[in-house]
Structures are given as structure tokens and as C-alpha cells.
């Protein structure tokens, strides 16, 4: 049933953010694509949110991560992967790809089971933790600092500049102290790598050494990619996780499920990255003038386009949409999650990667896991891109 008294859902408003579910439903219904703001329309519909995810040639992703006062192309030193259009974007997705292909990933997860296992190794059965800070952030900055190849001691430092970006991001001045203090790091450690014979360990050893036919980076092309890497990879794995475990715990039943049949482990992942989407939306600039869904849009406006609304579509996923379901049938509507088209993210497999290990690890140590009591879901104030509880209190 249609709520008129709602206003349009606005991305940047934490108050449409912090409890998206009814206003997303009242914009996929009376008004899928609205205008929230001068010059910018927001996207609900799953089928309008892949159409202009799979067509950069209308949509360009050029200065793509903040409507508002955020970092403009022209203001980097280089350009990140997701500020590109092809055939810029197709060059550089190629050559960081091979850091991400299938065979690589599998290998980390030796790796990626000590690190949750040292996290895990002080929890005892009984004690209360809180998840997001004791365990799902910790788990995504060792992963992405071994994947990058950074001496484990350094990690401590490397957390607490990361920490204070994500607090404003997408807002990131480049003179921020922590900014500069993270790039400088990074582009030392590039220097030294780029000096030494090439070990093959690490992403930043591998930008470092071009493979065959490869041109070389210059050092702040590096440093800025890995610096990109860093912020993509950390919070919103974080949030993948803490988001997974709320939904197996807010109804237990779903964790009973899972001790009884662990193949279900996968599903869990999946509908949880559907019904929670770590990454709430990305930006397109139109460059040509369209319709989306009767209605026209115009070269140089702004497109929000909702990947949580996309996942919650009852058109696409059915009447359930809105529930988490380990019984979700596979194959009949996209999962947006990760986005979608050329910009599909390419950390997605060693998220899925730690969000596997993590929940595999939970369930053979703490089977009793459960909410705290008490325990009730509140937003983090003021986040506006990603979806996650502010804290998640549990017992062991």
C-alpha cells in the first residue's frame, strides 16, 4: 500500500538512510525515478539500475563517488579504477585483474583462516563481544595489507589512518594529515619493491614489476591504486560480515539451519549481500539525453543509482523480497551487491573469500552464538553510503 505522506528517498539524508526499507518501497512503486535534489535523480527499479550499470557509454563513472563536495578527477594525482570509463577503465581493470583471478584467491585462504583464527584465538564461550569492531573490522585490514604485500608491523598504523578515511568518506580532503601519511607510506614501500628484484608477493610487488607487454606505473599511479584498494576492500567487507551475522542471529533459526547443514554457507553469503548491500549506491553522470522509466534525464545530471532498492525490487526477487531467505532461488534476477557491467567490483571473490572463513570459523567455535540481551539494531548516525548495524552485540 502506497505511504503518500513519505517524501522522495534521498541518498544524502541520513534519516531516509537509517530505515531506507519503506521509502525504497514507496519509490519502486509511485515513483522510480525521482529528484531528490537539482540535477539529480535517483534510481529504484532493479531492471533501470542494470540497464545503466551496463551502459558506460551513456552513463560515465568520471568523478562517480560523491555528489557533494567529494574528490573530483581533476583534483587526484591519478585517477582510481572506479572513476574511469572505457577504454581507460577496460586498460586498468585488465592488468589489476590478475591480483583477483580465481587460482590467486583461492590461495589466500590459508592465510585469510590464520588471521580470523588470531582474532578468534582469546574469544572463550560465554564472553560478550562486539562484533563489528572485535572481529569484522579486524579481519578485512590484515587481509587487504597481506594481499598488498605490507610488513605485518606496520599493520597497527596502516588501521588507524585507514580508520579515520572511512569515517568521511566519500569526503576525503587530499591534505587530510591521515591521507598523507597513508600515501607516503605507500609510495615508500612502492619505491623500495620497485628497487629489489621482483619476489611475486603482493600486489604492491606486482605493480611494481609490470608483467610482460605491461607499461610501467608511475609511483603516485601505484600508490593511489593501492590506496583505493585499501578503502574498498575494509568497510565494506566489514559490513558485509557484520550485516551476515545479524541476519543469521536476528533469527536464530537461520544459525540452527547452518550447524545442522554447512553447505548452506554459500546461500547465507549470497542473500545476505542481496538483502543488506554493504555499498548502498553508486553514481553515473549522464553524457547523452535518455528516458529511464518514462522519465528524461539530460547530459551533465546525476544519477544515484540504488543497488539496495535494486535487491529489494519485489519485480525482480519476488513477493518475499524483503525477507532474508536461505532458500532464495539462484539465476532469476541479478544480485547488485558488488555493482554490475564493467565496474563489477573486483574484490568481490575475497569479500565472499572472508565472509566464508569467518562464518565457518563461528560455527565450529561458538555453536551457542546468539544476539545479546537487549540487543537492538541501530544505524550508525550520519552514514550515508553503506549499510550496517552501528555495533552488533553478541554472547558466545
Wanted: aromatic share 6%; with cysteine.
Amino acid at each position: 500500500m502506497a505511504l503518500p505522506h513519505l517524501a522522495p528517498y534521498d541518498p544524502l539524508d541520513p534519516a531516509h538512510h537509517a530505515d531506507p526499507a519503506a521509502r525504497l518501497t514507496e519509490a519502486r512503486d509511485r515513483c522510480p525515478v525521482s529528484q531528490p535534489r537539482p540535477g539529480v535523480h535517483f534510481l529504484a527499479r532493479h531492471d533501470d539500475v542494470r540497464d545503466v550499470l551496463t551502459d558506460p557509454e551513456t552513463y560515465s563513472s568520471v568523478d562517480n563517488f560523491s555528489m557533494e563536495d567529494g574528490a573530483r578527477t581533476a583534483d587526484l594525482p591519478a585517477a582510481t579504477i572506479t572513476m574511469l570509463d572505457p577504454p581507460d577503465h577496460t586498460a586498468l581493470r585488465t592488468r589489476l585483474r590478475r591480483w583477483f583471478a580465481p587460482a590467486l584467491i583461492r590461495k589466500q585462504e590459508p592465510g585469510v583462516r590464520d588471521i580470523v583464527t588470531d582474532v578468534l584465538g582469546t574469544w572463550r564461550p560465554g564472553q560478550e563481544v562486539e562484533i563489528y569492531t572485535d572481529l569484522a573490522r579486524q579481519v578485512p585490514t590484515r587481509v587487504v595489507y597481506a594481499f598488498l604485500g605490507l610488513p605485518e608491523e606496520d599493520w597497527e598504523r596502516l588501521r588507524e589512518w585507514a580508520d579515520a578515511i572511512d569515517e568521511i568518506v566519500p569526503r576525503v580532503p587530499i591534505d587530510m594529515p591521515e591521507f598523507v601519511a597513508l600515501t607516503r607510506y605507500l609510495g615508500e614501500q612502492f619505491a623500495a619493491r620497485a628497487a629489489a628484484p621482483a619476489t611475486g608477493e603482493g600486489v604492491l610487488d606486482g605493480l611494481a614489476h609490470p608483467a610482460d607487454g605491461e607499461p610501467p606505473l608511475t609511483p603516485v599511479e601505484a600508490v593511489i591504486h593501492s590506496f583505493q584498494l585499501i578503502v574498498a576492500a575494509t568497510d565494506t567487507t566489514a559490513s558485509l560480515i557484520t550485516n551476515l551475522l545479524h541476519e543469521l542471529l536476528a533469527d536464530r533459526s537461520h544459525w540452527e539451519r547452518l550447524l545442522a547443514d554447512r553447505s548452506l554457507v554459500p546461500a547465507a553469503i549470497e542473500e545476505s549481500l542481496r538483502h543488506d548491500a554493504p555499498l548502498q549506491y553508486v553514481l553515473r553522470t549522464v553524457k547523452q539525453q535518455r528516458e529511464i522509466s518514462g522519465c528524461p534525464v539530460n547530459p551533465g545530471d546525476r544519477l544515484a543509482v540504488s543497488l539496495q532498492s535494486a535487491n529489494w525490487d519485489e519485480r525482480a526477487w519476488g513477493a518475499d523480497a524483503a525477507d532474508y531467505s536461505l532458500d532464495r532461488p539462484v539465476g532469476h534476477a541479478t544480485p547488485m551487491a558488488f555493482g554490475y557491467g564493467v565496474h563489477t567490483c573486483l574484490g568481490a571473490p575475497l569479500a565472499r573469500l572472508q565472509a566464508r572463513v569467518v562464518l565457518e570459523e563461528l560455527l565450529e567455535r561458538f555453536p551457542d552464538l546468539r544476539l545479546a540481551p537487549g540487543y537492538r539494531r541501530e544505524s550508525p548516525p550520519g552514514l550515508v553510503m553503506v549499510r550496517r548495524p552501528a555495533r552488533l552485540d553478541v554472547v558466545l
